[in-house]
């Protein structure tokens, strides 16, 4: 089965000021149809083409570098889309309760991601999620995702943030910091908390 493309459910132009609205459609249109088109491309002819994505996270030693890239870069991106948008919720029961007891507020969290996402070195992602039934803040390099099996901390993500530069470079520059000090006006965290539900 061939992967594709997710639609957002909102417009590029709905996350301004904060994440402006052509970064949202290069990055969409463009980087993220190369991870679908890239790992198709990897997988065809492959036992790996009748694998879900899940599947492929799991056992993705088992994978030439390509499909890890763009599985990972398919993946980290359709989760991505989905936890952002522009209605302005606040994190709220279980997940809120989760939130204060593994990091005490939800500011801590906060600035828990926000330094995993500028200790980073380079491209990746800043990830939270659910391990042993506890909330996690966690990191990967370039496309890797805490689902794969060669993941260094591995759970079920909740919540992924993008430090790529191509996911803030246009409006951020080199401020990566900026871009992660804005991209919290703008998380779905009623996406959030029915992750947080189906990882329990
Ligand atoms: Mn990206």
């Known amino acids: 089965m061939a992967h594709t493309l997710p639609a957002l459910s909102y417009a590029f132009d709905a996350l301004e000021p904060h994440i402006d609205a052509l970064t949202m459609q290069i990055h969409h249109d463009r980087h993220h149809q190369a991870y679908v088109d890239?790992?198709?491309?990897?997988?065809?002819?492959?036992?790996?083409?009748?694998?879900?994505?899940?599947?492929?996270?799991?056992?993705?030693?088992?994978?030439?570098?390509?499909?890890?890239?763009?599985g990972g870069g398919h993946w980290n991106h359709s989760l991505f889309w989905e936890i952002l948008g522009a209605n302005g919720s606040q994190p709220s029961g279980p997940l809120a309760d989760a939130i204060n007891a593994a990091f005490g507020t939800l500011d801590a969290l906060k600035e828990k991601m926000n330094?995993?996402?500028?200790?980073?070195?380079?491209?990746?992602?800043?990830?939270?999620?659910?391990?042993d039934g506890n909330l996690e803040v966690t990191s990967t390099p370039n496309q890797d995702n805490p689902l794969m099996d060669i993941a260094e901390?591995?759970?079920?993500?909740?919540?992924g943030i993008d430090v790529w530069e191509h996911a803030y470079y246009l409006k951020y520059q080199n401020k990566r910091p900026d871009y992660l000090g804005a991209i919290w006006?703008?998380?779905?965290?009623?996406?959030?908390?029915?992750k947080y539900n189906a990882a329990l």
Do not use: C
């Open 38 to 70: 890239n790992l198709n491309k990897a997988l065809a002819g492959t036992d790996g083409e009748n694998k879900s994505l899940e599947e492929l996270m799991a056992n993705i030693s088992a994978y030439p570098a390509a499909v890890r890239n763009n």
């Open 185 to 194: 006006n703008v998380i779905n965290w009623d996406v959030v908390a029915a």
């Open 153 to 159: 901390v591995k759970g079920t993500p909740i919540l």
């Open 115 to 131: 330094t995993a996402g500028t200790t980073r070195f380079g491209s990746g992602w800043a990830w939270l999620i659910v391990k």
